[in-house]
């Protein structure tokens, strides 16, 4: 139920929920260090419906993965929208920047976190399908070569980095040396 409304939410709104809350927590400690238990009480539900609606702690990181993942490309695809080649690619780079490093880093966070769940195949096979979606998405709505598609990207995990590090917040001279160059790198 909602507190505001008393009126029971749906499964497919629970889930969601369930989603937003495993975000928040896999963006924190990562799979590893997160516990289903912190994820229910953010949620608001108990680990038996957790469980329930997603069967294991994995199956739930995999998902709240792939729902980030898609939730970028949509951003790529509103930035894009009736743009083509260079002035779509400094589109979605800007509105990379502006939503991923300048903001909330709740989603920055849990991308690093996929990444660094790779190990397990099953996640790796999550995170290279939603960052090939990524990649297939620039290609196809900028028609760039190969090395530009390639330098974007780059330069994206390198801004991706510098974001974890927070230094925008409290910027070194070799940080801001970095974002300089990735300034003009974006044109």
């Not at 608001?44 to 609606?53: A, K, T, V």
């Not at 979605?92 to 709740?106: K, N, P």
């Not at 099953?122 to 598609?149: F, K, M, S």
């Amino acid at each position: 139920m909602t507190p505001a409304t008393g009126t029971r939410l749906s499964a497919a709104e629970r889930r969601d929920d369930v989603l937003d809350a495993a975000l928040l927590e896999f963006a924190e400690r990562g799979y590893e260090g997160t516990s289903t238990e912190d994820i229910a009480r953010r949620a608001g539900i108990s680990q038996p419906y957790l469980f329930r609606l997603f069967g294991t702690k994995k199956e739930l990181f995999k998902a709240s993965t792939a729902r980030c993942l898609r939730e970028t490309l949509e951003m790529f695809q509103r930035a894009a929208e009736g743009k083509r080649g260079e002035e779509a690619l400094r589109a979605i780079g800007d509105a990379y920047v502006e939503e991923m490093l300048s903001g909330d880093r709740v989603r920055l966070k849990a991308q690093m976190q996929a990444y660094a769940a790779c190990d397990d195949p099953e996640i790796r096979a999550v995170v290279r399908n939603g960052y090939g979606d990524l990649v297939a998405y620039v290609q196809r709505v900028t028609a760039l070569p190969a090395e530009e598609i390639a330098r974007f990207f780059a330069t994206g995990m390198l801004l991706n980095v510098l974001a974890a590090m927070g230094v925008r917040e409290d910027p070194e001279p070799w940080a801001e040396l970095l974002l300089e160059g990735c300034r003009k790198e974006r044109g």
